[in-house]
């Protein structure tokens, strides 16, 4: 499978800020090798400090050049979890249509991110969540978990749900979602003991981006990360 799902703990976890830092990464270093990224379905717009201001896909389509129908193929306007904005607008979730458009561009593309619409326990349809429609589409995931109070917990609580639906968790990728000292982020997400607690690996650390749209500082960060694990296509470590 060419694709990776990113998905996180809650909402405004940082799937978007990992999304785009491994994004830049490539962009940057992988001139030979395509990337699509996709984003099934997009309620409402949010920006990456959480403020409704925008859209991840309008994101997206500015940082990578991508086209906006191409990266979310269904939208909605309410901030709501899909089935209930889809019934506001007196629509519904076509699965069918996501499927599609995740075949087409897995063949287009190399390698795919796939951001999930919240995590993994989040609602597509009345009778499905991200978990399902990981397993339908064979999607190995990363679960990305916010640097605050409780993040443990949830944490554990994420990789249960992912076993119990058969979800395959390659890792975690902790981010801080505002600026953290080192104490804070050893007391509230102490990696050696998430790691005891679940048994998967954790694959680094994303900090506090003072602009999280800026391509060199969201490269730097991947390039902290286990990319051998993230982007496996190619070892993109040896790549500039």
């Given at each position: 499978m060419n694709a990776l799902l990113i998905t996180g703990t809650d909402t405004d976890a940082g799937k978007t800020v990992l999304t785009t830092a491994l994004a830049a990464y490539w962009k940057t270093y992988c001139v030979t090798q395509t990337l699509g990224i996709l984003k099934p379905i997009q309620t409402g717009g949010s920006s990456l400090d959480g403020a409704q201001t925008g859209s991840d896909r309008a994101l997206y389509s500015r940082l990578f050049n991508l086209a906006e129908d191409e990266v979310t193929p269904l939208h909605f306007a309410a901030p709501l979890a899909p089935p209930l904005a889809a019934t506001r607008e007196g629509r519904r979730v076509e699965l069918d249509k996501l499927w599609q458009a995740f075949e087409a561009m897995r063949q287009q593309y190399d390698w795919m991110l796939v951001e999930a619409l919240g995590g993994l326990g989040s609602p597509i349809t009345y009778e499905?969540?991200?978990?399902?429609?990981?397993?339908?589409?064979?999607?190995?995931?990363?679960?990305?978990?916010?640097?605050?109070?409780?993040?443990?917990?949830?944490?554990?609580?994420?990789?249960?749900?992912?076993?119990?639906?058969?979800?395959?968790?390659?890792?975690?990728?902790?981010?801080?979602?505002?600026?953290c000292t080192e104490q804070e982020i050893a007391d509230w997400a102490p990696a050696d003991l998430i790691r005891s607690l679940t048994n998967i690996p954790i694959l680094g650390l994303?900090?506090?981006?003072?602009?999280?749209?800026?391509?060199?500082?969201?490269?730097?960060?991947?390039?902290?990360?286990?990319?051998?694990?993230?982007l496996p296509l190619v070892n993109l470590r040896l790549v500039g």
């Open positions: 499905t969540t991200v978990a399902d429609l990981a397993w339908d589409w064979h999607l190995p995931a990363v679960l990305v978990v916010p640097v605050k109070l409780g993040a443990i917990g949830q944490t554990v609580a994420n990789v249960a749900l992912a076993r119990q639906t058969r979800v395959h968790l390659k890792g975690i990728v902790l981010n801080c979602v505002q600026p994303i900090p506090h981006l003072s602009d999280p749209s800026d391509l060199n500082e969201l490269a730097q960060a991947a390039a902290n990360l286990d990319l051998e694990c993230l």
